[in-house]
T-cell receptor, first 114, second 112 residues
Framework: DAGITQSPRHKVTETGTPVTLRCHQTENHRYMYWYRQDPGHGLRLIHYSYGVKDTDKGEVSDGYSVSRSKTEDFLLTLESATSSQTSVYFCAISEISGSVYEQYFGPGTRLTVT | GDSVTQMEGPVTLSEEAFLTINCTYT??????LFWYVQYPGEGLQLLLK?????DKGSNKGFEATYRKETTSFHLEKGSVQVSDSAVYFC???????????FGKGTLLTVNP
């Protein structure tokens, strides 16, 4: 258990409203990630962080922003939610094992934008 | 960029049948390869990994061998159980080491 929690676990929101999802880890991991999972697309990286205040874009970053003001928390914000952002969002951390970074995932947040 | 192609599902098997889920990858450098499993309503769990050519990863009866010559990492299990029903994702670290690229996932259903 990598000690990853996500909140909220479920959320329904309206188009145009801002939404923030939180990922919290308890084991001081440097790397954190946000993915979205959609049928037919698998898992796609939105943004990732390699330290406090250090973030970078993934392959589907448009419409999303992130912040990491402390090691344990990585926030994903949808500034103005759209129906295309209805998805299941997963947070992950990387933990090095030997010379390999293994990723461990949180339980997910199901977001519905109506 | 890096990419992973895995066989499309769904795959439906009877209990005790042999399982193969094909996975091929395109990556720069010396990638590590992974299989993750996702049970209904849960996040992904690391199932097995291999870090260099000819390595075999194994866990819970599942195996996969890193084949550099065919850029493949096929998942196999000799005798599946109902409890193996899940979505399986193949992934590669590509050239970055700390970022993963995943395939689209393969849904496996095992019937009693």
């Amino acid at each position: 258990d990598a000690g990853i929690t996500q909140s909220p676990r479920h959320k329904v929101t309206e188009t145009g409203t801002p939404v923030t999802l939180r990922c919290h880890q308890t084991e001081n991991h440097r790397y954190m990630y946000w993915y979205r999972q959609d049928p037919g697309h698998g898992l796609r990286l939105i943004h990732y962080s390699y330290g406090v205040k250090d973030t970078d874009k993934g392959e589907v970053s448009d419409g999303y922003s992130v912040s990491r003001s402390k090691t344990e928390d990585f926030l994903l914000t949808l500034e103005s939610a759209t129906s295309s952002q209805t998805s299941v969002y997963f947070c992950a951390i990387s933990e090095i094992s030997g010379s390999v970074y293994e990723q461990y995932f949180g339980p997910g947040t199901r977001l519905t934008v109506t | 960029g890096d990419s992973v192609t895995q066989m499309e599902g769904p795959v439906t098997l009877s209990e005790e049948a042999f399982l193969t889920i094909n996975c091929t990858y395109t990556a720069t450098g010396y990638p590590s390869l992974f299989w993750y499993v996702q049970y209904p309503g849960e996040g992904l769990q690391l199932l097995l990994k291999a870090t260099k050519a000819d390595d075999k990863g194994s866990n819970k009866g599942f195996e996969a061998t890193y084949r550099k010559e065919t850029t493949s990492f096929h998942l196999e299990k000799g005798s599946v159980q109902v409890s193996d029903s899940a979505v399986y994702f193949c992934g590669t670290s590509g050239g970055s080491n700390y970022k993963l690229t995943f395939g689209k996932g393969t849904l496996l259903t095992v019937n009693p």
